[in-house]
């Protein structure tokens, strides 16, 4: 019997390896293994709320549920018809912490008696809320509150706009299943990177929020930027806010609205707070854009 060359050899067994490989990858996409959790996308990057997410969100001691809709965020869409209210932002909007009827945009919808519909994004900075909002302004909001800042002026090694996609190989189902049974059993430890430089910049900000006003002006939807209240204030940030042609409300709360093992997300009296401070601003829009029509 003629023996097989090594190259077929290797030949043969890598495509066995691919092979089995391509077949658990398939059963492991089939099952939905592993899960992509709250998030899908890639974290770091650009990533989004995975549609039909349900789960219970650790907070402290204690947790808060989420569920997701089929848009991809914590809330309905917008009515067929009638006005509505789009609120954009980071994890301030979507309501870190809180239960879906406690967040700021569900009391002042209550309060406006229009929907407010909640696209907050945890974890975004304006450099993922610039392509993010482009599709949901389409939709034409008669008013749109901007939330960003928060994540914006958050420490990082490098810049949003520096950020590159994950490898190709950290998307692999296999990878990720792995990674996360090395995790689980403190296996592997993560070195945190020096957090030196803004994730955006005052300037870079001040940019991406004018080219989503150009993506509202376009749509004729009025726009509020919301300096979001927060104990640990970026004000360089905000005062760029106030050169752009929106609303600009800055709305001042005390300590007590926010968590105190958690500085940065309100309470659920922080989100009544806040809800009542836009109410009557966000009003006098509404009864404008209406008298435009």
């Known amino acids: 019997m003629k023996a097989i060359p090594i190259a077929g050899r290797v030949i043969r067994s890598a495509i066995a390896v691919f092979v089995i490989l391509g077949f658990f990858e ?4 089939l099952f939905g293994l592993p899960s992509d959790g709250l998030y899908q996308g890639d974290v770091g990057y650009y990533w989004t709320l995975s549609p039909d997410y349900s789960g219970d969100i650790p907070h402290g001691e204690g947790s808060f549920r989420v ?46 008696r229009i929907p407010v519909v909640n696209a907050g994004v945890p974890g975004h900075s304006t450099a993922q809320g610039v392509e993010f909002s482009r599709e949901l302004l389409t939709m034409k909001p008669d008013v749109v509150v901007l939330g960003w800042g928060v994540r914006d002026s958050q420490l990082a090694p490098t810049p949003d706009s520096n950020a590159t996609p994950s490898s190709l190989m950290s998307q692999i189902r296999i990878v990720r299943l792995l990674r996360k049974l090395v995790d689980s059993r403190g296996k592997e430890t993560l070195q945190q990177e020096s957090q030196v430089v803004a994730r955006v910049s005052p300037e870079e900000f001040a940019q991406n929020m004018a080219d989503i006003h150009m993506i509202a002006s376009t749509n004729d939807i009025a726009v509020v930027d919301l300096a979001f209240p927060m104990l640990d204030y970026p004000e360089s940030y905000y005062r760029e806010l106030e050169g752009l042609d929106g609303l600009f409300l800055d709305p001042q709360l005390p300590d007590s609205s926010f968590f105190e093992f958690d500085t940065v997300h309100l309470t ?16 006098g829009l509404l009864e404008l854009q209406g008298e435009g029509e």
């Open 26 to 29: 398939g059963v492991l996409h």
């Open 67 to 112: 569920e997701i809709s089929e848009l991809g965020i914590r809330d309905e869409g917008p009515p067929e018809n009638g006005p509505w209210v789009l609120a954009l932002g980071c994890s301030t909007t979507f309501g870190w912490g809180v239960e879906a009827d406690e967040v700021w945009t569900e009391i002042l919808e209550s309060q406006l």
């Open 268 to 283: 659920s009296e922080g989100h009544q707070r806040l809800a009542a401070f836009l109410e009557r601003p966000i009003m």
